[in-house]
């Protein structure tokens, strides 16, 4: 139930009858019906009642646990969670179903949004357009350290990157990483 639940809260279970169970509820079960936790004490969402028990599915799975849950392996259902100081009601129903799976969707896009993004913005940067067209204005604060030297980048009155001479590591922040060249590009410290 990763997304909906966090490690360290602390689920509050009432105890329930067949008729008290429906589609979204979250319940806790005996995992008899799944290969891989037999023994264990599982905490998952019933995306569908059936006739011999109920499909079952952890919020962060795409697919259902194989077998359905029978009335039986169930100890109780999930009505509120503690996490920190505060109590929190679960989200039931059909909102409690779809909730979980655009969250995994959004996620989905952002992986891939990212993946394409990635590709124009590296053209973007070796393309040098962006100097160019913005010029921020950016002060370099040279530090000495027992390692050696380090030079910080600010923009207004913010770092938004620095080089590291004698790791010789260069962290950028984006979009600054389009203005500032990157020491290592050159070969040679600025």
């Not at 806790?28 to 019933?46: S, Y």
């Not at 359905?68 to 392996?73: A, D, F, L, S, T």
């Not at 053209?123 to 950016?138: A, H, Q």
């Amino acid at each position: 139930m990763e997304g909906t639940f966090c490690p360290g809260d602390r689920l509050f279970i009432s105890p329930v009858s067949l008729k008290d169970i429906r589609r979204g509820d979250v319940i806790v079960f005996q995992g008899a019906n799944l290969r891989d936790m037999p023994d264990e004490v599982v905490v998952h969402r019933v995306v569908k009642v059936a006739t011999n028990g109920f499909i079952t599915r952890g919020d962060a799975n795409l697919a259902c646990d194989p077998e359905p849950v029978r009335i039986e392996q169930v100890i109780g259902k999930v009505e509120m969670f503690h996490r920190g100081k505060r109590k929190f009601h679960v989200v039931v129903g059909l909102k409690g179903i779809y909730i979980p799976r655009v969250r995994r969707e959004l996620l989905w896009f952002y992986h891939w949004a990212r993946k394409l993004i990635k590709h124009p913005y590296r053209l973007l940067r070796l393309s040098g357009i962006i100097p160019r067209i913005w010029k921020p204005v950016i002060r370099r604060i040279y530090l000495q350290t027992e390692r050696g030297r380090v030079v910080k980048y600010l923009y207004k009155q913010k770092s938004v990157g620095i080089w590291d001479e004698s790791l010789q590591r260069f962290e950028c922040r984006k979009p600054f990483d389009l203005v500032i060249p990157s020491p290592l590009d050159k070969g040679s410290s600025s």
